[in-house]
DNA sequence: CACTCTTGTTTAGTATTGCTGATCGATCAG
DNA sequence: CTGATCGATCAGCAATACTAAACAAGAGTG
């Protein structure tokens, strides 16, 4: 009779009830599960059923927790977020000799991957995969092993370990120092294109060229005018095609600025802003030594970085 | 692409590879899940699918872990316990003036059942629920609010309180104390069969007839005749019907001793044994405040009965 | 106040998943 | 070798989960 099993909640049900609380809408819990509202709906009047009694209280506008599941709640998140890890666990031998990791794609392309053909040489047998995705999504479910995140540094229920400073100057194509309207000195760029980066916008340390110019007393040049980009490598490859100038992440132009296809026009140009680069990863993971070892080299490819660069 | 969900594993299919992996037999998870052992075989495949890697090594005869599993296992374990307790805190609304308890058959119903109706008085608006089962399964799972346990108190993965000793002595009914064969003094049980209770047969401190007359220097007895009895309510029930004299567990035997349905023959009968009564809870439990007054109610009755009884 | 937008619910139909029951192959004990 | 036991497999069936579409109920707007 009372079969033990019986006991246990539905656990797809689950999945659907955690994902409409964590969000507090049927409609976006749909959304992240991919299901329709009615699926969602559905799974939930199923698990309320088992428990005999409501777990939202329906407010047409929104839903609300009800006691009963604002105090199951924390216990379902421990048991996905062990059953995430367990799932890793259990993957790891087929992912033996990989490393997965997130980051911004501008970050990714002209930072990470044009030295991944050197941590291969290096370390034979273990191979590196890059992940490019822009939002900073809850990843304690994706499937990388770390994420290089761009930031303050401090983020809800991860670790994190300082990679690497990040500093703004303007940058440019060099053909753009010769010439007429040659740039020499900050005033010169009246006759420039200015090309601005908005990835940064929500860090208030980070210049915009207004301000850039602002600092420097530079009159005569208005630092709002010209076309505005939402990633970093959409405007280092718009400077180094002879656009304009940017005003620029160095960790982004640091390999343009090494081969010459870009350059800095002004010495002093450049500022140290609050955000930098990140390792970060959920706080209960286990980190494989494949991916120790590349988090290490990651970390001394940036301190390499650091002698040469700025 | 990669969806965060599809990093999950298949949640039913953890459920048979935790039963699998600590049965370590397909055929007992699957009779555990009530499902045929073909059932059991495609989930734990399906989950294999998943982690990219065999869980189990099958030898033929029996299944071993692998190490992917071996790693896995704890974490899914952990996640099933916060499943079950968060399918409990759910309920609990519902249950709201319920509580369960499950204890050994013979303590349900010569115990505590005869004092219920107290309880019932004195804490209205809670109605107590017993639920007699015999093995002690591991209940992190039952759906009983705590357990009365019959043992040394010490259990895996529970908390314990000591609720009673017990002891031992020889009861009959109160018919057998007149007439020519009136049991007046322990020589004279060899006019009378022996009634044996089995049922604390794993409590190497827990007398029998034989070792009963041993220690008492009764010769002309023969301490292994008569019938045995695996429970031992019926231990009590056959000496009050008159059948003979048992030895029995002064608890199980208190209410009937009580009522004078039974008496106790001789004045020093009596063994304290090491096996006694316990509240049984599994750790991590959340108890309902009705469900510690029901305890604390059962503790009071207990010390009643000690000042009573023996 | 009507209109509309958003959000959750419901229902019937469909797709997916899970299970059975029978059969097979392997292993081990006698 | 033979019988017994256990797991794997597969086709068919049952249960579960999902969709699509229509509906209902606030909340915001003009």
Known sequence: MSDPNDRLPPLNALRAFEAAARRLSFTQAADELNVTPGAISQQIRQLEDYAGTPLFKRTGRSVLLTDAAQASLPLVREAFERISEAGRI?????????????????????????????????????????????????????????????????????????????????????????????????????????????????????????????????EGVDGNRGPRFNQAILVIESAAAGRGV???KQAIAASDLASGRLVAP?????????????????????????????????KTEATKGEIVGV
């Open 90 to 218: 259990m993957q790891a031998p087929a992912r033996k000799g990989r490393v997965m990791v997130s980051c911004a794609p501008s970050f990714a392309a002209k930072w990470l991957a044009p030295k991944l053909g050197e941590f291969h040489r290096t370390h034979d047998g273990v191979e590196a995969w890059i992940s490019a995705d822009m939002g900073l999504t809850d990843f304690t479910m994706a499937d990388a092993d770390f994420a290089i995140r761009y930031g303050r540094g401090v983020y809800e229920g991860l670790k994190s370990e300082k990679l690497l400073d990040e500093t703004v100057l303007p940058v440019c194509s060099p053909a753009l120092l010769e010439g007429p309207d040659a740039i020499k000195k900050p005033e010169d760029l009246r006759h420039h294109t200015l090309l601005h980066d908005e990835s940064g916008e929500n860090d208030p340390s980070c210049p915009d060229w207004a301000s850039w110019l602002r600092a420097r007393g530079v």
């Open 246 to 248: 940017a005003l620029a």
């Open 266 to 298: 002004f010495a002093d140009g450049s500022t140290l802003i609050d955000f930098g680069y990140w390792l970060v990863w959920p706080k209960g993971r286990h980190l494989s030594p494949d991916v120790r070892a590349f988090m290490k080299w990651v």
